[in-house]
């Protein structure tokens, strides 16, 4: 069952263009979101998250937003440059009463910034 | 530089054949985990901790075990490594969540072949 799911493999965009990646969630109960962006033969590196009693995080460039009514989220690139050409993961992170945290990961989106 | 050091980063075995991949983190991070990623799937949770002495079953923990015995480091272990656990495999550390910039520093990743 993806809990955490990227229906778009793919998206491309033009240079100083804005990109939206999208991702959905079924579990409500979810406590932060965060987005990562992974090359080839490195490890993800994060980028933003968001709590989720929260709609908005901004931080440079990237913006995420929450809706928690729709089970959504995206992130903004603003301009996009080709240095952002990577494989975009997001992730949701749940948090037991205990403290656990547990991370799910969607299955990618494949950015590719067109100069 | 604050990072996660995963080894050896490339690893080619046979079935059967006990091996570590060892982790470690400079962070003073209180969260590690595991994870692998195949194509198709996504990253995938394998193991993770909350802190030195207590670890937690992910997603796929079947063929997997886990340490945690000092704050720095979590090894991964394969007791008795099959084919279907050949993968790329991710550690990563974070801090807890509302502690700065909440998100998972992961490492360069581990490319394992069981032949």
């Not at chain 2, 006990?18 to 995938?44: A, F, I």
Request: with cysteine; aromatic share 12%.
């Amino acid at each position: 069952d993806q809990q955490v799911k990227q229906n778009s493999p793919s998206l491309s965009v033009q240079e100083g263009r804005i990109s939206i990646l999208n991702c959905d969630y079924t579990n409500s109960m979810f406590d932060y979101f965060l987005w990562y962006k992974k090359y080839p033969a490195e490890g993800p590196t994060f980028l933003i998250s968001i709590s989720s009693i929260k709609d908005k995080n901004e931080d440079g460039r990237f913006t995420v937003f929450l809706n928690k009514s729709a089970k959504h989220l995206s992130l903004h690139i603003v301009p996009s440059q080709p240095g952002d050409s990577a494989v975009y993961f997001c992730a949701a992170i749940l948090i037991s009463n205990f403290g656990n945290e547990k991370l799910t990961f969607g299955t990618g989106t494949r950015l590719t910034i067109i100069p | 530089e604050a990072q996660v050091t995963q080894n050896p980063r490339y690893l080619i075995t046979v079935t059967g054949k006990k091996l570590t991949v060892t982790c470690s983190q400079n962070m003073n991070h209180e969260y590690m985990s595991w994870y692998r990623q195949d194509p198709g799937l996504g990253l995938r949770q394998i193991y993770y901790s909350m802190n030195v002495e207590v670890t937690d079953k992910g997603d796929v923990p079947e063929g997997y075990k886990v340490s945690r015995k000092e704050k720095r480091n979590f090894p991964l272990i394969l007791e008795s490594p099959s084919p279907n656990q050949t993968s790329l495999y991710f550690c990563a550390s974070s801090l807890r969540p509302g502690q700065g910039n909440y998100g998972y520093t992961f490492g360069s990743g581990t490319r394992l072949t069981v032949v």
